[in-house]
């Protein structure tokens, strides 16, 4: 099913990806998105983390990052034009228990060293170049992205409809037609990434997509110590990138406030106590500046892929919320799989806990 025309709603990290991921399967491309450029929404931020999240038991969630991680990994290294860095991610233990769970999980699944191993609290400290209260696990090839040099670099020689407000998209013979509020274009299939904005497009489907309101501080490299490596805990941290620190995040459900608050910067130098403690103790929140955007959220936490509508070339890649960055390459791949027809990078159980079906009846679009 090669050789086909898909419009990709949304230039965010979930349209750039599955945009490149169609391309290389053979298929032609057209992005479309509201706003001016690429990554302006969730996607827009200074950074954020790349690592992935081992659990007790190998659970969906964790078998799915771990592949986002590993192919993400290999196929951002490989784009000159994102910035990234390799800097390794810590992430702290909460506790005691937790520290012993992450020694328990290293162990039992043989975990690789270079993808994930336990540190104890001194060497964690090296590794930060700050004390911090337990060891924790260290992902040595994990570390920050710039997303909005990432979707610019996917994006690359893709054609990219930019002031595109999509009214509807509906059926006209055996494609669609994506109507906007200046101009209509034609396809062969349609997919929807375009995060919180999904719902509105497909009514019907009443999909279960809610806004995640988070805010990200930005942290004057100059106002706090030397620190080269991401470190989470709680919330994170990131090393300075063009002279700013990233440490958040927020997260409230439902709310779309796009200002800034003072309580939210509260919030995030507390995480930041937590992760690293005393070393935000020179910063005054009230002076900080930051970022808001909205997440897609879905209600179980994993993100929705595949059909939107049976035999309808409706098509849907959402509901990142806030580990984008890491489900974005594997969630890209199933989708431009499905869609050629040919077969999948996934194991059936993932694909089916992906599949937009658990949360929707499909619903077959009337033909014009």
């Not at 969730?42 to 590993?70: E, T």
Request: aromatic share 6%; hydrophobic share 45%; net charge neutral.
């Amino acid at each position: 099913m090669a050789g086909r025309h898909i419009a990709v709603i949304g230039a965010g990290i979930a349209g750039a990806s599955v945009a490149r991921a169609l391309l290389q399967h053979g298929h032609t491309v057209t992005v479309i998105d509201s706003a001016a450029v690429s990554a302006s929404g969730a996607s827009g931020n200074l950074a954020g983390v790349f690592r992935p999240l081992p659990s007790l038991g190998d659970s969906r969630l964790s078998r799915l990052l771990r592949a986002g991680f590993l192919l993400g990994r290999q196929q951002f290294a490989a784009l000159p034009e994102a910035r990234c860095g390799w800097t390794g991610v810590l992430h702290i233990a909460r506790d005691a228990k937790h520290e012993a769970t992450q020694r328990r999980i290293v162990t039992e699944q043989d975990l690789p060293a270079d993808f994930c191993r336990f540190v104890e609290r001194d060497e964690a400290s090296g590794l930060a170049g700050w004390p911090v209260e337990q060891g924790g696990w260290w992902f040595a090839r994990g570390g920050w992205i710039n997303p909005p040099s990432l979707c610019r670099a996917l994006l690359s020689g893709i054609d990219c409809h930019y002031h595109f407000k999509v009214a509807r998209q509906e059926r006209s013979g055996s494609g669609w037609r994506v109507v906007g509020d200046r101009e209509t274009l034609g396809a062969d299939a349609v997919v929807l990434a375009n995060g919180i904005g999904a719902a509105a497009l497909a009514p019907d489907l009443k999909l279960p997509i809610r806004a995640g309101r988070g805010l990200v501080s930005h942290l004057p490299e100059a106002a706090t110590p030397a620190f080269n490596i991401v470190a989470t805990r709680l919330g994170y941290v990131t090393p300075a990138i063009d002279g700013l620190r990233c440490a958040g995040a927020t997260m409230a459900a439902d709310d779309l406030d796009p200002a800034p608050r003072f309580a939210d910067h509260i919030e995030n130098l507390q995480r930041l106590d937590m992760a690293l403690p005393g070393f935000g103790s020179g910063l005054d929140p009230a002076q900080l500046d930051g970022r808001v955007s909205f997440r897609p959220m879905s209600p179980d936490r994993l993100p929705m892929v595949g059909p939107l509508s049976a035999n309808e070339d409706l098509w849907i890649i959402d509901g990142f919320g806030a580990r984008g960055l890491v489900f974005a390459a594997i969630c890209a791949e199933l989708l431009a799989c499905q869609i050629s027809g040919v077969p999948l990078p996934l194991e059936s159980d993932l694909v089916a806990a992906l599949s937009p079906g658990r949360f929707v009846k499909q619903s077959a679009y009337g033909r014009t």
